[in-house]
C-alpha cells in the first residue's frame, strides 16, 4: 500500500499536502493526475529511462508533482537548491547531465541576468517569463493517464565537497513495478508510525536531503503533509495545533528561533498532537534541546545521517537526557572509530567515525573521491569526527576540513576563499566557523588586502556583496574581519586553528 497512487484511488480526496501561507492544497487525487500530465510532459521533451531532470522549485505543489512524475518514468531527478548562484546551478546541470530543468520564480539563480542562457538543459520555467518553456502550458496539453511505460525512477542527491563544488551521489534505478513498496519511504513510514491519521509538519524547503525523503515518505504513505513556504517561528507554531500535527521535522535553528517568541505566544501554542519531532542537519545545542523537551515533552526524536546514506544513529528524548550531546545508537548499521593509523579505537577515544553495513555507494564521476570515504576494513564515513561511550552512543565532536555546519547547512570555506581571492583588493582570504546564537555556527571572513591601509566598514560590505553575487546567500559570510597578513607555513598551509583562536567570535 505504499504508494501515493493507491491512496489516490482510496482516499481521492484526501489532502496530500497543504501549504498554509499560500492557502493551497492538492489532494491525492489531484496529485496524481498531475503527476501522470508531468510524466507525459517529460517524455514529450525527451526525457527516457535513465534520464536526469533537475527541480529548482520553491515549496508549492509542483515540486511534488515534479517529483511523482519523475519517479513513475524511470528518472533520476536532483532537488536544487533554491539559493544557488547562477555559476552552481549550471555546475550541476552540466554535471548531472540534466536533460529537463524545471524552475521556478523564486529561485536566487534567476537574479542575474540571462541567468538561463547557456544551460545544458531544456528550461521548463514555473512563473518565469524568461524561461523557453512554460509549465502550465505544457501541462495543460498533457494526457491525465498512466504513461504505458511507467518505470521506477530514482532521486540523485548532491552534497557538497571540501573543495566547494557539489558531488552527485547516484545509486542505480530501482527495477520492477513503477508503484513497488521503496524501502527507504517504508522505512520512515514505519520507523515513526507515520501512516493512518498522523499529520507531517515540515517547514524545511523541500530541496534538502531530509525534508524531500520525509516528505516522499509521507506522501506514499498516505499522509497529509503541511509545508510552508518560508519559516515563519509563530506561524509555525501555530500549524501544529491548527492542523493536529502528529510529525514534524526540524533544524535545531528553528527551535532556537520558537523558543525565541514571546513568553504568552509560546504558551497558546497547542502541540499535544505531536508524537515525534523529528530533528537532524546539525548539532542541536544542549540548552536549546533542554528548554524543547521541557516545552514539548520527550517528542524529540534526533537522527544523524547524510546524503550519502553510509549510516545512521537515533537517539530518542528519553535516551538523550540520560546521554547528553549524544546523536544516538546506530539503526541498521555498525559504529567504529578509528584512529590515524586506521584501528579501531576504544570506547571514549575521539577518532574518525565510520559505518558498517550495506552502505554502498558511489559519487558521481568521481571514484576517488569515492574511495576515499573508505577504510581499508570497508566501511564508509561522512567525514566526522567524534567518539563512542560505553553504551554505544555516538558523539560527533568536531567536523573534519573546517567544514562550517549553519542553520542545517554545510558551508565550505574553501569555496569561499576562492571567490574572495577574485577581487583585485584581496591579497590573501580565510573562512572560518564561528559560535552563532541563531544559526548553530556562521562563516567568517578573514582577509588580507593588497593594502592594508585600505580597511573600511565598505570595502568589507563590498567583499560581502561580491561573494553573495557569485555564490548566493547561504555561502555568503556574516562578518568579515580584516588582518595585516594572514597566518601561513612556509608550504602554504593556513594555521586556521591560530585564526579561530583570534577571530572565533560573530560580530
Known amino acids: 500500500m505504499y504508494h501515493a497512487t493507491n491512496f489516490a484511488r482510496a482516499v481521492p480526496d484526501k489532502p496530500a499536502a497543504i501549504f498554509p501561507q499560500s492557502g493551497r492544497q492538492i489532494t491525492f487525487g489531484e496529485l496524481d493526475v498531475q503527476a501522470n500530465r508531468a510524466a507525459h510532459m517529460l517524455q514529450a521533451l525527451g526525457v527516457a529511462r535513465g534520464d536526469c531532470v533537475g527541480l529548482s522549485i520553491t ?3 509542483e515540486f511534488l508533482v515534479a517529483m511523482l512524475a519523475a519517479q513513475r518514468i524511470g528518472a533520476f531527478y536532483v532537488p536544487l537548491s533554491t539559493k544557488l548562484s547562477r555559476d552552481d546551478l549550471a555546475y550541476i546541470v552540466a554535471d548531472a547531465g540534466v536533460k529537463v530543468l524545471v524552475i521556478s520564480s523564486g529561485c536566487f539563480a534567476l537574479e542575474t541576468p540571462g541567468a538561463l542562457a547557456g544551460l545544458a538543459a531544456q528550461v521548463v520555467g514555473l512563473d518565469v517569463p524568461e524561461a523557453p518553456l512554460d509549465w502550465r502550458t505544457l501541462m495543460a496539453a498533457a494526457p491525465a493517464t498512466l504513461p504505458g511505460d511507467a518505470s521506477p525512477g530514482r532521486v540523485m542527491l548532491y552534497s557538497s565537497g571540501t573543495t566547494g563544488r557539489p558531488k552527485g551521489i547516484r545509486k542505480p534505478l530501482p527495477e520492477g513495478v513503477f508503484d513497488a513498496v521503496e524501502p527507504a519511504n517504508r522505512a520512515v513510514a514505519v520507523g515513526y508510525g507515520m501512516e493512518g491519521d498522523a499529520v507531517l509538519l515540515s517547514p524545511c524547503p523541500l530541496y534538502h536531503a531530509a525534508p524531500h525523503r520525509y516528505v516522499s515518505a509521507a ?31 526540524w533544524v535545531p535553528t528553528q527551535f532556537h528561533r520558537m523558543l525565541q517568541l514571546p513568553d504568552a505566544v509560546r504558551a497558546a501554542a497547542d502541540v499535544s498532537s505531536l508524537r515525534f519531532a523529528i530533528h537532524g542537519a546539525a548539532p542541536c545545542p544542549p540548552l536549546v534541546k533542554r528548554r524543547m523537551i521541557e516545552w514539548w515533552g520527550p517528542v524529540l526524536d534526533e ?33 567504529h572509530i578509528l584512529g590515524p593509523d586506521g584501528e579501531e579505537l576504544p570506547p571514549g577515544a575521539t577518532g574518525d567515525v565510520y559505518f558498517e553495513g550495506d552502505n554502498a555507494f558511489e559519487y558521481w564521476k568521481d571514484p576517488a573521491k569515492s574511495q576515499g570515504v573508505v577504510s581499508r576494513q570497508g566501511w564508509r564515513t561522512f567525514g566526522d569526527v567524534g567518539h563512542v561511550d560505553s553504551d554505544g552512543y555516538l558523539y560527533l565532536t568536531d567536523r573534519r576540513h573546517f567544514t562550517i555546519i549553519s542553520g542545517g547547512v554545510n558551508i565550505y570555506p574553501q569555496e569561499i576563499e576562492a571567490v574572495l581571492l577574485e577581487h583585485p583588493a584581496v591579497k590573501d582570504a580565510a573562512v572560518i566557523g564561528v559560535p552563532h546564537e541563531d544559526y548553530g555556527q556562521a562563516a567568517k571572513a578573514v582577509v588580507e588586502l593588497l593594502d592594508p591601509s585600505q580597511a573600511s566598514p565598505e570595502i568589507a560590505a563590498a567583499l560581502l556583496a561580491h561573494v553573495r553575487n557569485r555564490l548566493g546567500p547561504v555561502k555568503t559570510p556574516k562578518s568579515l574581519v580584516f588582518e595585516d597578513q594572514l597566518p601561513r607555513h612556509d608550504t602554504g598551509k593556513l594555521y586556521k586553528t591560530e585564526l579561530a583562536g583570534k577571530h572565533g567570535t560573530a560580530e
Open 303 to 335: 537522527y544523524y545521517s547524510g546524503s550519502e546514506s553510509v549510516g545512521t544513529t537515533r537517539i530518542t528524548s528519553q535516551e538523550w537526557l540520560a546521554h547528553e550531546g549524544s546523536v544516538g545508537r546506530p539503526t541498521g548499521c555498525i559504529v
Open 219 to 249: 506522501l506514499h504513505a498516505g499522509v497529509t503533509t503541511i509545508i510552508h513556504e518560508r519559516f515563519d517561528a509563530a506561524e509555525v507554531l501555530a500549524a501544529i495545533g491548527r492542523f493536529h500535527c502528529t510529525h514534524s521535522l
Open 59 to 61: 515549496n508549492r505543489p
